[in-house]
């Protein structure tokens, strides 16, 4: 299957990394993220023996940069000794790492507005973050989710991009900051980790009973029952618009001739090949087998009573004289859709890299395709943050209901080859392109999958926290007073 945005295709993810954020907007932590080489037996207190000793498992306790409209500076978070807060499975938690996290949020609060959490609150909720994701992270490696380098470089690259750096530039920074950068390079990784676990994990544990599917479709098709698919073949005599009576029964004339052919025996494609004056007369004059209401009423009405293999009397419309036959009857088909052919370019919002960050980035990649400096397909494959961004970013084509809805909403409105603005999903922030449209007939089966796919979008986030919460119960952890 190929890798897409859909709801059955696509696994994309969306990184939080544990970055702390200073009062001016700037934060970073050093990596401070000792592991426990083994589960400890409980204690009040534990200090963290070596803080440069290099992790056991991948640390979040590292963070880059944050842009805010002018080149970011990295300072260190003044803090005293680290000690472990928590340990989850074979995983620590450390004071620091909570520390950058609460910084981190509480800056996005104040940007936010409305009413502030306290700071013990607050930090209550940073420590939860960081113990689900050890929770998620030790769950998915037992589980043996891979991320390439490919797509990890992409999203680094994305970070230092944002903030108007190199990748060799973030580099230079994070080691002027004693921050060792394939620890950094780990805790990004770990965060596509836990998206990819998660969309693996939940998407298919939803359950959507035939009930459920039926009702849906009823509803969004307002309880139309599909089109019986028709095959039809024409003889057309065209009559030239304003035609005198003189020209339009001369015309008429041919029209009875040929019709006279055609009941005395002779093959009705052979007619229409000789005599019709349509665009299908090569073809034996066929139109192709297609729902009835996707025919001009006047043919539907025309061929209402009659059978396979039978002919129509004379039949005119605005083009002239058509004689009708009727090929084949089908059974009850599905319904006709339009299908579209879609690209995109998706950045995953994380700590390094805000929401506004994120769309402002997005904004930029559309002025400079529109204006022709680069082609679509270039910007998604050095930046996108998904499967498809090696084929420039192209979804194929989809049918309705195959992307999450605020996805599709913004598809629906571009015109062919139009450019949306910046469209958030959970997945991040896409920048997305029309290629084009067609209809299709989309047979029962496939309408059925695709409503069970909708279906499991709207369960998504109860699934998700019921799965979350079954995990931790299920997990070891272990929370610590800090030392005396």
């Known amino acids: 299957m190929r890798d897409r945005l859909k709801l059955n295709f696509l696994t994309l993810v969306t990184a939080t990394f544990a970055l702390g954020a200073a009062a001016n907007g700037f934060a970073q932590t050093a990596a401070t993220a000792a592991r426990a ?36 500076r990295i300072k260190a978070i003044a803090r005293s000794a680290d000690y472990i807060v928590a340990v989850v499975n074979s995983e620590s938690v450390t004071n620091n790492e909570v520390t950058a996290r609460f910084q981190k949020m509480q800056q996005e609060s104040i940007e936010r ?60 920074r994070l080691r002027q900051q004693g921050i060792d950068y394939g620890t950094f390079k780990a805790g990004i990784r770990d965060q596509i980790t836990i998206e990819r676990i998660r969309e693996r994990e939940v998407v298919s544990h939803i359950r959507v009973t035939d009930t459920e599917v039926n009702d849906y479709i009823a509803k969004m098709h307002g309880d139309h029952t599909s089109a019986q698919n028709i095959n039809i073949a024409q003889i057309l005599v065209t009559v030239p618009e304003n035609a005198t009576p003189e020209v339009e029964a001369q015309r008429k004339a041919r029209a009875e001739q040929a019709l006279a052919r055609v009941r005395n025996g002779e093959p009705f494609d052979q007619v229409a090949r000789e005599i019709s004056e349509d665009s299908n007369h090569a073809k034996g004059g066929e139109m192709g087998s297609r729902p009835i209401d996707k025919y001009p009423d006047l043919f539907a009405q025309a061929v209402a009573n009659v059978k396979v293999g039978g002919t129509t009397d004379l039949v005119r419309s605005g083009a002239g004289f058509h004689i009708l036959k009727v090929l084949s009857r089908g059974e009850e088909s599905g319904l006709t859709v339009t299908q579209t052919h879609v690209r995109h370019i998706v950045l995953r919002p994380s700590a390094q890299l805000s929401i506004d960050a994120v769309e402002r980035r997005i904004l930029d990649f559309r002025q400079q395709i529109a204006s022709g400096a680069k082609t679509f397909e270039e910007m998604a494959r050095q930046y996108s943050e998904d499967g498809s961004a090696q084929a420039g970013g192209d979804l194929g084509w989809a049918s309705p209901g195959s992307f999450v809805p605020e996805f599709e909403e913004a598809m629906d409105k571009l015109p062919i080859s139009g450019l949306s603005g910046p469209v958030r999903s959970r997945f991040g922030v896409h920048l997305v392109q029309v290629l084009d449209r067609r209809e299709i007939t989309v047979d029962p089966k496939q309408l059925r999958e695709q409503a069970t796919n909708a279906l499991k979008e709207q369960k998504f986030d109860p699934a998700y926290a019921e799965w979350v919460a079954d995990l931790r119960a299920k997990a070891f952890i272990e929370y610590r007073d800090p030392p005396v």
């Open 37 to 72: 080489a083994s589960v400890p037996t409980p204690s009040t207190a534990a200090p963290l023996p070596d803080v440069n000793k290099p992790a056991l498992v991948s640390p979040v306790a590292a963070s880059g940069v944050r842009q805010f409209g002018s080149l970011p």
């Open 113 to 172: 507005g409305g009413s502030q959490p306290t700071p013990g609150e607050l930090r209550k909720q940073a420590l939860d973050a960081l113990v689900e994701e050890r929770v998620l992270v030790t769950y998915a490696r037992d589980n043996g989710v891979k991320v390439d380098d490919a797509e990890v470089d992409r999203a680094i690259g994305n970070i230092a991009s944002s903030n108007k750096m190199t990748s060799e530039q973030l580099r230079d």
